[in-house]
């Protein structure tokens, strides 16, 4: 009777340990109890009654990211190209992640097709290469509202590649050839506007200084003239008033007449022909010498 009892005691610590389960950090078990939802194992360690209870589910909680093959989609102007998506969900709710539909994955899959092909087929060619943020930002909206009786919650969407048919693609990289050649035209032209508009402004400003310099060169002149002449103007004042001071006779005068008219000649002249009357041009003189005195 003891041996009976030592082995049934055995057994059941045998089905005791066997039924042992220890729930890692970000994961969660679904229990079922006689086919029926029972209750969801958190973290730490639980033990399930044999034959009657049942793990339904070893579920994740860790953010997943799913990579789906690229699909063909058509744009707004017919235009067929391949779109690859990445979506970065995680299980919120392990119960409904077990029971709300047969295989989530491939169920998010085929609702991202779907949401994408609409979406693109809203947009032209140009639209979806440019508009990838605004994909992302609906296509994340519209799964993550699908989703949710699922237990999953697609925290974002991204688009990985859009590939354009290959005749798209030459005509796309033709035209960025053409518009990088325009841009470059472009600055060449305005490097070379630049270019003028500096050697306009030096030649001008050239202009201006050597005017400049030429004006104060004839103001320079002028003045030294005007000058020369109060010099030779002073003299001959002075020159008379010496005349007066010594109270010349005809003679002298004459004979200053004469002087006069070697400096006009400036040793240049071959030949001064003097006047006969040259009494007449000393009383020239003395006339002079009068007006002086008066």
């Known amino acids: 009777m003891s041996a009976v009892i030592i082995v049934l005691g055995a057994f059941i610590l045998f089905l005791i340990i066997v039924n042992i389960r220890i729930v890692s950090q970000s994961n969660a078990y679904v229990l079922e109890r006689i086919g029926t939802y029972f209750t969801t194992w958190s973290t730490g360690i639980h033990v399930k009654i044999p034959f009657l209870d049942r793990i339904a589910s070893r579920v994740t909680l860790k953010e997943q990211v799913v990579d789906f093959a690229p699909q063909p989609v058509i744009t707004k102007d017919n235009v067929t190209m391949m779109i690859d998506t990445v979506?970065?969900?995680?299980?919120?709710?392990?119960?409904?992640?077990?029971?709300?539909?047969?295989?989530?994955?491939?169920?998010?899959?085929?609702?991202?097709?779907?949401t994408l092909r609409n979406i693109i087929g809203e947009l032209e060619l140009d639209q979806t290469l440019?508009?990838?943020?605004?994909?992302?930002?609906?296509?994340?909206?519209?799964?993550?509202?699908?989703?949710?009786?699922?237990?999953?919650?697609?925290?974002?969407?991204?688009v990985k590649n859009i590939m354009p048919p290959k005749s798209i693609q030459e005509a796309m990289e033709k035209q960025m050839r053409a518009e990088r050649e325009r841009r470059e035209s472009i600055l060449r032209?305005?490097?070379?506007?630049?270019?003028?508009?500096?050697?306009?402004?030096?030649?001008?400003?050239?202009?201006?200084?050597?005017?400049?310099?030429?004006?104060?060169?004839?103001i320079r002149e002028a003045e030294g003239e005007a000058a020369a002449i109060m010099a030779v103007q002073k003299a001959t004042a002075e020159g008379l008033l010496m005349l007066k001071s010594v109270n010349a006779d005809d003679a002298l005068i004459k004979l200053k007449s004469l002087e006069a008219l070697q400096k006009v000649a400036d040793g240049k002249a071959t030949k001064i022909i003097i006047p006969s009357e040259i009494q007449n041009l000393a009383g020239l003189v003395t006339s002079v010498v009068e007006i002086a005195k008066q």
């Open 87 to 114: 979506i970065y969900l995680q299980i919120t709710d392990p119960k409904l992640y077990t029971y709300g539909v047969v295989n989530p994955f491939n169920a998010i899959e085929n609702l991202s097709i779907t």
């Open 130 to 158: 440019t508009s990838r943020d605004m994909i992302n930002g609906r296509m994340r909206s519209v799964l993550d509202v699908a989703t949710d009786p699922w237990g999953i919650k697609v925290n974002r969407v991204e």
């Open 189 to 218: 032209a305005e490097g070379e506007k630049q270019s003028a508009i500096l050697v306009a402004e030096g030649q001008k400003a050239s202009v201006i200084l050597q005017a400049e310099a030429s004006k104060e060169a004839a």
